[in-house]
């Protein structure tokens, strides 16, 4: 079935890779020959930049320059992530090496709050800031961020869908009230981790022992729409915690294009290790065209 209108629009863009990150872990040269591989294919136009840390873009600029050729075409989008705990300064000299690095482009940076972060809006690109989960914590950096995007700033929240040192994995509830509290503040949104699959599910455990709940992206899709059209937070969490396949694709197939573009404008992105995961199983669930996600040629 060819992908709709309203679905290309939904997931165009959407899925930022993160290989290099837990549980992938993927080496800097694999990361970055597969995400060139996949922009030039179909695929392609589902992903968002490739994630970087600050070391990896060190290691990458240190590959170029023993062998140029690894860039196959100029511009590859890049997002330098400062995980928590990493200092301003390093970041900012992960941004500067990727902006002065011929064939990179930088365009988006993701860091944890830390004391003058703001800095780093001079540069005049996207700033995803990852909230805490505390709800008051998260309501008074949603309320900083709300007023840094009145004066012009590109600043988004960022919040952590897997598990963490921080805790477990959010319940629906958590996701929820995010949900509603980023609405409430009219800032935008992107997640990171753990979504890996299309619907919400038990599955196993990244760490390898036991299982654990995982949110689903359809689910986050259309929990992030009923917010934007005014539901509360346990209307929210339903939709998240629903784990019947059914009726989450017949949702989406309703969705026109007007609805596909209000939960893009909230829900800005999202970071996965294994990029073709959940756009598989939305092929799976006849939402995507399956030739759309054929994979190139290693």
């Given at each position: 079935?060819?992908?709709?209108?309203?679905?290309?629009?939904?997931?165009?863009?959407?899925?930022?890779?993160?290989?290099?990150?837990?549980?992938?872990?993927?080496?800097?040269?694999?990361?970055?020959?597969?995400?060139?591989?996949?922009?030039?294919?179909?695929?392609?136009?589902?992903?968002?930049?490739?994630?970087?840390?600050?070391?990896?873009?060190?290691?990458?600029?240190?590959?170029?320059?023993?062998?140029?050729?690894?860039?196959?075409?100029?511009?590859?989008?890049?997002?330098?992530?400062?995980?928590?705990?990493?200092?301003?300064?390093?970041?900012?000299?992960?941004?500067d090496r990727v902006q002065e690095t011929a064939g990179l482009e930088l365009v988006t940076v993701e860091l944890a709050p830390t004391e003058s972060w703001e800095r780093l809006l001079e540069i005049g690109l996207p700033v995803a800031l990852e909230l805490p989960r505390d709800p008051e914590e998260a309501a008074t950096q949603l309320s900083e961020l709300a007023g840094h995007r009145a004066r012009g700033a590109e600043v988004v929240a960022k919040w952590?869908?897997?598990?963490?040192?921080?805790?477990?994995?959010?319940?629906?509830?958590?996701?929820?009230?995010?949900?509603?509290?980023?609405w409430a503040a009219r800032v935008p949104f992107k997640l990171t981790g753990g979504l890996h699959h299309a619907i919400a599910r038990t599955a196993p455990a990244q760490s390898g022992e036991g299982t654990e709940e995982m949110h689903g992206a359809l689910n986050v899709a259309l929990a992030t729409l009923a917010t934007v059209r005014g539901a509360g937070p346990e209307e929210v969490a339903a939709v998240l915690d629903e784990r019947d396949g059914a009726p989450l694709a017949s949702s989406a197939r309703q969705l026109d294009e007007d609805a596909a573009a209000a939960i893009r404008v909230q829900w800005m992105s999202f970071g996965c290790c294994g990029v073709t995961d959940p756009l598989d199983e939305l092929a799976g669930l006849g939402l995507l065209d399956p030739a759309d996600l054929t994979r190139p040629p290693a």
């Open positions: 079935m060819p992908t709709s209108p309203a679905m290309d629009l939904l997931t165009r863009s959407l899925v930022d890779d993160a290989a290099i990150f837990p549980p992938g872990l993927a080496p800097v040269r694999q990361a970055v020959e597969d995400h060139q591989r996949w922009r030039s294919v179909p695929l392609g136009r589902r992903l968002g930049p490739l994630l970087l840390s600050a070391p990896a873009v060190t290691e990458l600029r240190d590959l170029l320059i023993g062998d140029p050729s690894l860039l196959a075409s100029s511009d590859l989008p890049i997002g330098v992530v400062a995980r928590p705990g990493t200092p301003l300064d390093t970041l900012r000299e992960a941004v952590r869908t897997q598990s963490s040192p921080a805790g477990p994995i959010p319940t629906p509830d958590e996701l929820a009230g995010f949900l509603t509290a980023c």
